[in-house]
């Protein structure tokens, strides 16, 4: 909140709090990602067994990647998860999904990525 004086009062926000103790319902498919270090994990999506998954086409895998891994039953819903193993059958449909990327990389007319 901005005050007259040019303060600036922080609050946090009670429902990004609330989202960040909700339990994922995927976290039975974290594997880590090499057995001698298990710090480093990722969500194995092939272990959801679900068929739809192996027609997905990789655009639509990373949608599903990031709603698996933030999946908190509150931001982001099991049901969202579904939406996108359905795209299939949703693909002409408005559908809306959350898309909570980790990093966003962008590219500048100098043909520098940057971050």
Known sequence: MLTCGGQVEIRPDPQRTMAATGKNPFQHIVEPLDPNNPDQKFY??????????????????????????????FLVKSADVESILNWKQTQTQAVEVPFRPARVILQDFTYVDTI
């Open 44 to 73: 194995n999506l092939s272990k959801l067994g679900d068929p739809r998954y192996d027609r997905l086409p990789f655009s639509i895998r990373v949608l599903l990647e990031s709603a698996v891994r933030n999946c908190d039953e």
